[in-house]
């Protein structure tokens, strides 16, 4: 049961560079997560997604881009990516229906560090 | 909006102390929950929940109460043990709010043997 991955783990890039971070669940939530990690801030969301093709924007969006064309796959782009960017990155998935109490499962994070 | 507030960090205590980590919340409506805890290098695990008033989350010998009345939902150990060194999040799931997840700031937690 592999659960929830994401890739790469740790990620070095440039300024104004796009950058992709991936997010695979297999347990066929409907919901899914994308949250980044700051000392001082806890996590804070940045979008989610409530099914394939639904997104919707989460605390704080602003450089980010989601797409989520199948179920399983929940991908995060930084079109240009900025100092500020650099951070710890959370993709999360739950399913209320079938779980319940809005549980969110956490995959192991991507560490991103923009130059 | 909806909050989460929780003790500041860090937090160092010896083997087997007892240990407490304070939350409280804002929320519109009635929130589920949640205790989660992150070891180094890892990601968030549930370590327990509760979805309503007076409910008890228990795992791992951690256990928290939902009070409606104080709108606290306090962590407490009897016993701590090294390997309980981490991050503890408290959060909630307030229903109104499209199934997200808000986040107190977190509690790093060490343990000395």
């Known amino acids: 049961d592999a659960g929830i991955t994401q890739s790469p783990r740790y990620k070095i890039t440039e300024t104004g560079r796009q950058v992709t971070l991936m997010c695979h669940q297999t347990w066929s939530h409907s919901y899914m997560f994308w949250y980044r990690q700051d000392l001082g801030h806890g996590l804070r969301l940045i979008y989610y997604?409530?099914?394939?093709?639904?997104?919707d924007k989460g605390e704080v969006p602003d450089g980010y881009v989601v797409s989520r064309s199948k179920t399983e796959n929940f991908p995060l782009t930084l079109e240009s990516a900025t100092r500020s960017q650099t951070s710890v990155y959370f993709c999360?998935?739950?399913?209320?229906?079938?779980?319940?109490?809005?549980?969110?499962?956490f995959g192991p994070g991507t560490r991103l560090t923009v130059l | 909006g909806d909050s989460v507030t929780q003790m500041e960090g860090p937090v160092t205590l010896s083997e087997e102390a007892f240990l407490t980590i304070n939350c409280t919340y804002t929320a519109t409506g009635y929130p589920s929950l949640f205790w989660y805890v992150q070891y180094p290098g890892e990601g968030l695990q549930l370590l327990l929940k509760a979805t309503k008033a007076d409910d008890k989350g228990s795992n791992k010998g951690f256990e928290a109460t939902y009070r409606k009345e104080t709108t606290s939902f306090h962590l407490e150990k009897g016993s701590v043990q090294v390997s309980d060194s981490a991050v503890y999040f408290c959060a909630l799931s307030d229903p109104g709010s499209a199934r997200q997840l808000t986040f107190g700031s977190g509690t790093q937690l060490t343990v000395l043997p």
């Open positions: 997604s409530a099914a394939a093709d639904i997104t």
């Open positions: 999360a998935s739950s399913d209320p229906d079938r779980v319940g109490a809005d549980t969110q499962y």
